[in-house]
Each structure stands twice: as structure tokens, then as C-alpha cells.
């Protein structure tokens, strides 16, 4: 069975600073990759996928990932933190059923914190 | 348009007792599916609907559990005699499934907290 790694529960970074959230999966066949962002009282929002290709992807809000399979991560990363980014955050690997659909399981999500 | 749509936002019941959580998806979605976001398991897949198939039910924690999708739209997730460790945010989520293989986004909605007294 397929499980993801967020090594980190809670991260503090200054705003300007540089963020990078680290996420390890373990799946057999190529992942899908997700990353969500889930605010105070909102539901999950997505930031950004990964199924195939270019294994760096651009996301909203000014956020990228990179798949990097021979060290099993998918690193979020953001070059500059605003406030509004502190939230939690959660990775996700996606297993599909062949039919269009497939059912995620998510790290345990990494709270992030931003000083002004 | 219109997102997800979840009700109640909250429930409050009594041990034993059972409740039922309504999810409405994205018009047009095939895929829906049922997610469990707990303190201490975080978040949990729990059931997801494929147009017409048969549901994948692996990720329900018991037999008191189940759901259904009427007309393929709405879905009821139904948990009987309720425990305490039920208590959790339950999430809802559709996406478009419009092929095999697809890579549709989940869109989730804003849950339905359930606290069991």
C-alpha cells in the first residue's frame, strides 16, 4: 500500500523568507503526486499535481514542486513566504483505478507558521 | 459555479446514536468521494463512487459505516451507533473522472464536523 512522509509537523519561517516542505512517498508503479492547503476552518485546496512529464510543476500562489523519483520526494517549495500562506499543508499520493478516479492518501500535514 | 456542498457543518450527537452527512458534488462529476480528517489519523479515505460501479468501500473503518449516491449525485454517508472515536471532520470531495486513467482534480468541500458526546 502506497503511504507519505511529511517529516515535519510545524515549520516557522520569516515573510521573504524561502520555504521548503519536504514529502517522501512510498508507492510501487508512478505516483500521482498533490499537494493541498487547507487554512483555518477552509476545506483542502489544491495547489499543485503531478501524473507525468516535466517533473518540476508550477502552482498556484506562487508554488512549485519537484518529483524526484530516485529519492521517492515531492518537494514543495515557494521562494518568498507572505502571511497568507500560514496554513497547513498536506501531500498526497494518488492511486488510480484505471477508470478516471482514484482515492488519495495523505501525509499527516506540515503547519506552517509565518512571522512578519 | 457552485463547489462542493456539505451538510450540516456540524453535528453534535450522542454515543450510540446514528447521523447522516449529505454531500453534494460538482454538477457533472462522476467521481465522489468520502475522506476522514482526524487529530490523531489525520487524513483517511474512506469510500469513493465511479459513475455507475460499484463503490470502493476498502477504506471504511467499520461495518457501522456505509454510504450511498442516489442518481448519481448526492451522496449520504451514513455511520450507525456512533463512537466517540468517530468524532473527526468528514470531507467530501467530486471530480470530473471523464476518462480512464484521467488525472482530474479532487475538489473538496468544507466538511462536516462531527463531535459524538
Known amino acids: 500500500a502506497q503511504s507519505v512522509t511529511q517529516p515535519d509537523i510545524h515549520i516557522t519561517v520569516s515573510e521573504g523568507a524561502s520555504l521548503e516542505l519536504r514529502c517522501n512517498y512510498s508507492y510501487g508503479a508512478t505516483p500521482y503526486l498533490f499537494w493541498y492547503v487547507q487554512s483555518p476552518g477552509q476545506g483542502l485546496q489544491l495547489l499543485l499535481k503531478?501524473?507525468?512529464?516535466?517533473?518540476l510543476v508550477q502552482g498556484i500562489k506562487g508554488f512549485e514542486a519537484e518529483f524526484k523519483r530516485s529519492q521517492s520526494s515531492f518537494n514543495l517549495r515557494k521562494p518568498s513566504v507572505h502571511w497568507s500562506d500560514a496554513a497547513e499543508y498536506f501531500c498526497?499520493?494518488?492511486?488510480?483505478?484505471?477508470?478516471?478516479?482514484?482515492?488519495?492518501?495523505f501525509g499527516k500535514g506540515t503547519k506552517l507558521s509565518v512571522i512578519p | 459555479g457552485a463547489g462542493v456542498s456539505q451538510s450540516p457543518s456540524n453535528k453534535v450527537t450522542e454515543k450510540g446514536k446514528d447521523v447522516e452527512l449529505r454531500c453534494d458534488p460538482i454538477s457533472g462529476h462522476t467521481a465522489l468521494y468520502w475522506y476522514r480528517q482526524s487529530l490523531g489519523q489525520g487524513l483517511e479515505f474512506l469510500i469513493y463512487f465511479q459513475g455507475n460501479s460499484a463503490p470502493d468501500k476498502s477504506g471504511l473503518p467499520s461495518d457501522r459505516f456505509s454510504a450511498e449516491r442516489t442518481g448519481g449525485s448526492v451522496s449520504t454517508l451514513t455511520i450507525q451507533r456512533t463512537q466517540q472515536e468517530d468524532s473527526a471532520v468528514y470531507l467530501c470531495?467530486?471530480?470530473?473522472?471523464?476518462?480512464?486513467?484521467?488525472?482530474?482534480?479532487?475538489?473538496f468541500g468544507p466538511g462536516t464536523r462531527l463531535t459524538v458526546l
Open positions: 498526497a499520493v494518488g492511486e488510480g483505478s484505471g477508470a478516471g478516479s482514484y482515492q488519495l492518501t
Open positions: 470531495a467530486s471530480s470530473l473522472a471523464s476518462r480512464p486513467g484521467g488525472t482530474d482534480t479532487q475538489y
Open positions: 503531478y501524473f507525468s512529464g516535466d517533473t
